[in-house]
Each structure stands twice: as C-alpha cells, then as structure tokens.
C-alpha cells in the first residue's frame, strides 16, 4: 500500500475528530450544594452559596439591587412610644463602626451576606459590659458553629486573619453572649434552618432555586464556549478522492479560518476545483437558544430573594409597573432584611447603653426612603380628608416634632355648619323656625 493510501485508510488510522467540550464551572461543594442542597461539612454551605452567588448573574443582580438599596438608609431608634431618636451614641458607632469599613460598606456586607447564606455575623471590640470600640462584619465562611449539651451553640470558631479564635457562650448579666476574653464579642443574625432545629446555622434562600441556577451557570458557559469555538459540531466536510496528508490538513487549515468561529455565523462557503461534499447537522437556531431556560433561573431566584420580577425583565416594565415594582421591593425585600439585621445588632448592642430604655429597636425612618415617599405621602392625604386625627398625630407619622398643644386638636373646614344654625349671630334661622311667616316689603 502506498503512503498515500497508508495514510487514508481507515484500518490504519482513524479519522480525525475534534473534541469539543467544556469543563464544568462549578466546585465539588457548589455541585453537591445543588444536588443534595447541603455539603459534606455544613461549614463549607456558604462557601458553596456564594460560589453560585459569583457565578450566576441571576444571583448577583438581585443581591446587588436589594443590598445596595438597603445599606445607604439611615438607620434611626424607635421607642415603643413612637418616638424616633435620630441622635445617640450607638448611632454614632453604627455610622463609624470601624476605621476599615464605612457605614455604608459595613451594612452592604452584613446585608449580602445575610441575603446569600441566610446568616451574618459582627464582631464588637473592647469590653463587653462598655459600648463597643469598634464593629467588624466577619464572614460566614470563617466562622463554624459548634453544638453544645440541648443541641444549642456551645461556642463559635472563627478562623482566618480576622479576629480568629474561640468565642465561647457566657451567661452575663445582659443576657447570653459569646465572648473571647471578654475583649472581644460575636453576634450571629441568621434566619430560619431545616437542618439541627434551626439552631445552629441560617439556611441559604438560594437552596430551593439552586437546580434552576445550575441551569443558568451551566447555560451561559456553554453558550460561551460555543461562541468561542464556533458552535457544536453542525458542518462535515468530506473529500471524494484521496488527499495526502500535507493536502488534507492544508484544506482543513483552510476551511476552519474561512469558516469557522462565531463571527462567521451564516457565512455561505463557495468553492471550485475538486469534489467536496457539505452535510448540515444543526437544523435550527434553537439548537443553541437557552433563553427561556435563563428565564426559568431569574424567575426562580429573584422569587426565592422576594425581588420584583419586572426589576429582572426590563424590557417588559412600563415606567409606571416600573415605579410600583421599586415601591413591592422595599416592601418584600429591602425592609423586612433591614428589620432582621437591625434586630439583631439591635439584640447585640442596646444591653451596653443603659440609657437606652427597654424594647427600643433599631430601625427605618421610611420618610427618608425616596421609593416610599410618595405612598406615605398618598396615605397622610386620605387620613387628613377622614379628619380623625390630629396635626400632631399625622406629623408624627412623618418622624416630625409636634407642633405643640395647637397640633392636639382636630380641625374642620369652618364653612361647615349644622343644617338651620345661623352662623353669623349663633342662634336659631328665622327662616327655619317660622318657614311659612309672610315677608314684608322690606324683607
């Protein structure tokens, strides 16, 4: 048999095919994070929660949204009487809590975190029985939860550069604390658990979305790939008649710089010379289309974040839905992961300020929350038309001061008067008393 025909047949060597694959994008805790929604150790869960968070945009957009929104409000002290005090030395704290993060950036990562794995934890500095020196968010990938006697924490152990150690469960006089060395304090926020009786860890939201995410990371890699190498396999190219090997790998050279890529999408190929055969494979575009797969995956995770699906579909919001859509995410988002955080920085730093009095919260002024300006503003409107409450009533709804003993009472149009009262002299109408009395010609 000659070179050339040593070369092309099929006993002595097969043909050519080219792989084309990708690897997957995901770790082996974010693979079984998504297949049995926890990992091996539960330590490693928020590792795994924020490995998706990183890798999906339909995990990170809303996050951003939602926590961004949330951690430029100011926060205010409510006491049970309604009063609202703008001015005190935790809020100071709260608005320094340490020389490396800023107000702002301290509760963008209590909020992120506590969005993304379904717990937070800070750090409070100094003596525990003092207000705090200084507050540090740490996170939920450096600290691990151990169980003591009744399934309940025993102590936490944080590892890593940032204030590791041990912190273990103390009884104090302000309540149930978790001190290292009694310089040193750890609050955990966290929400409802169905693993350990909820008493351990938070559950991350992203658990019941996570197989719709998996489409989405998965989707867009292979999309990706198939942009990059010029899709799957959808063209042969066959020679009727023996080639060397120098002339095939010349053609093939040829074909794959004419033709292949993504950029040469819909490109019709034109030839002359020898037979050539051209089979298509893909039929249709839909062979690469995972829009509605993509689709499925926001809908599931911002549903799991309680975030506005018309915040997610752009194209389908209206200005107004649009509006309405900002005013449903402060509503079913933003507030209620404000109220959880600053309860429980509010649970971790109150007992230090004994002038702070009893079942006073940390909270939100929504007077300052430009989406929820107008609705309170709607609202004051329609009470102030049923006038059933006071100046000083309704300005208090605001966060305003009263206006003093003028402000307690309700006030009505003037020109409102009973039905046959003279208003001008007080007494009974002439008109009304004798209807039926002939009038004079002066009358």
């Known amino acids: 048999m000659t070179e050339k025909k040593r070369w092309w047949s099929r006993k002595s060597q097969a043909p050519e095919i080219e792989a084309k694959s990708f690897a997957q994008p995901l770790s082996a805790e974010v693979s079984q994070f998504i297949r049995l929604g926890i990992t091996a150790s539960t330590a490693n869960a928020p590792k795994a929660a924020f490995d998706l968070y990183k890798a999906s945009t339909a995990v990170s957009v809303p996050v951003h949204y939602i926590a961004g929104a949330a951690s430029v409000v100011d926060p205010v002290i409510k006491l049970q009487d309604g009063t609202v005090l703008r001015e005190h030395p935790v809020l100071d704290l709260l608005a320094r809590p340490s020389p490396d993060f800023t107000r702002e950036l301290f509760m963008e990562t209590l909020l992120r975190n506590r969005l993304v794995t379904g717990e937070c934890y800070v750090a409070a500095l100094g003596s525990i029985t003092a207000p705090p020196a200084e507050l540090i968010p740490l996170s939920p990938m450096s600290v691990n939860p151990n169980r003591s006697t009744g399934g309940f924490t025993g102590h936490f152990q944080v590892t890593g550069d940032t204030l590791p150690g041990m912190y273990k469960r103390s009884k104090e006089p302000i309540g149930v604390r978790f001190v290292r060395d009694r310089l040193a304090e750890i609050k955990q926020i966290r929400n ?12 991350s939201p992203l658990l019941s979305a996570s197989s719709e995410i998996r489409q989405h990371v998965l989707g867009v890699h292979h999309n990706t790939r198939l942009l990059e190498q010029g899709g799957r396999l959808s063209l042969v190219v066959s020679f009727s008649e023996d080639m060397s090997g120098d002339d095939f790998r010349a053609a093939q050279s040829a074909i794959r710089k004419e033709f292949g890529g993504a950029n040469k999408a819909g490109a019709i190929a034109v030839t002359s010379g020898g037979a050539m055969d051209m089979k298509e494979m893909g039929q249709t575009n839909k062979d690469m289309d995972w829009s509605t797969l993509q689709d499925h995956a926001k809908m599931a995770t911002a549903s799991s974040l309680r975030f506005p699906l018309v915040l997610i579909f752009i194209a389908a919001s209206s200005y107004n839905n649009y509006a309405v859509a900002k005013v449903a995410m402060w509503d079913d988002a933003a507030l209620p992961l404000l109220n959880d955080v600053y309860g429980g920085l509010s649970d971790f730093l109150f007992p230090r300020y004994p002038d702070i009095p009893p079942n006073a919260r940390l909270g939100v002024d929504e007077s300052e929350v ?5 609705r309170k503003l709607d ?30 009472s309700i006030r009505d149009n003037a020109a409102k008067v009973p039905l046959g009262e003279d208003f001008l002299s007080g007494g009974s109408s002439p008109i009304m008393d004798e209807p039926n009395k002939p009038k004079g010609k002066n009358e």
């Open 192 to 203: 409802f658990s169905t693993e350990d009786g909820s008493l351990l860890r938070g559950q």
């Open 370 to 374: 430009p989406a929820l300006v107008d």
């Open 379 to 408: 609202e004051l409107v329609k009470r102030r038309a049923v006038n059933a409450e006071t100046d000083n009533e309704l300005r208090r709804l605001l966060g305003r001061e009263d206006i003093g003993p003028a402000g307690d």
